[in-house]
């Protein structure tokens, strides 16, 4: 595989890690929050 | 700079939740996506990245984004945010490295990749103020959460990783 190719395919796993990363994070966190609200309602 | 560019899009979802988080993360990091296509095409980036990181191409890059952004949500205010994060690329980038600014015109910059501890300091420092900002958007029952959290140690790490991969690799580094 020609070197530009592995370089550049090296740059964008390095660039979308932290993206996915982050993102994988903020959806758990909402997940988290919803269930928070949930269980508030049947408490109720 | 690398992570410090996702804090600053945490911290630009704070000012308008209308838009998406990930496009924000993009956005922040949207020149250096440049060179990645640059690289994978096989084009010349320029003398220090001056056709993916000088002025005129990111101020091409702030207009099209925020048309995309505008497309998409119908929302001008939300639309310049994310211009303003796209140009903001280059101010970070300027403590960091070396950064071309137009053609024929001077090359600047504070490059502490040659200082990696402090490059580590300063990025982190970023992610912190930028994360504490996107918590603030949070509802008040997960702002202590163990996700929340993971958020900001997870950028943190992954800035601690690279800096240490790019100081073990400094004289040699080329990005294509």
Redesign the interface.
């Known amino acids: 595989m020609?070197i530009?190719?592995l370089?550049?395919?090296e740059?964008?796993v390095?660039?979308l890690?932290?993206?996915v990363?982050?993102?994988f994070?903020?959806w758990?966190?909402?997940v988290?929050?919803r269930r928070?609200?949930q269980g508030q309602e049947q408490v109720r | 700079m690398?992570?410090g560019h996702?804090g600053f899009g945490?911290g630009a979802y704070s000012f308008r939740k209308s838009v998406p988080?990930?496009l924000l993360?993009?956005a922040a990091?949207l020149p250096?996506?440049l060179?990645?296509?640059?690289?994978?095409?096989?084009i010349d980036r320029g003398p220090y990245g001056l056709y993916t990181h000088g002025f005129t191409p990111i101020a091409i890059a702030a207009v099209v984004t925020a048309l995309f952004t505008y497309a998409l949500i119908r929302d001008a205010k939300g639309a310049l945010i994310v211009a303003l994060v796209v140009a903001s690329h280059w101010g970070l980038d300027y403590f960091t490295g070396i950064k071309p600014t137009w053609p024929g015109g001077p090359v600047v910059g504070m490059n502490l990749y040659a200082r990696p501890i402090v490059d580590v300091v300063m990025e982190s420092a970023t992610i912190l103020v930028g994360w504490l900002l996107y918590r603030r958007t949070?509802?008040k029952?997960?702002r202590n959460?163990g996700?929340?959290y993971?958020?900001l140690f997870?950028?943190c790490a992954?800035q601690v990783l690279?800096g240490a991969a790019f100081a073990l690799s400094l004289g040699g580094h080329?990005?294509?």
């Open positions: 020609p530009h190719l370089k550049g395919a740059l964008g390095a660039l890690a932290p993206v990363i982050t993102l994070f903020h758990r966190t909402l988290a929050a928070d609200t | 690398y992570a996702l945490l988080l990930w993360l993009i990091q250096d996506w060179d990645a296509g640059y690289c994978i095409a096989d949070l509802p029952s997960v959460h996700w929340t993971a958020t997870a950028l992954l690279a080329t990005k294509c």
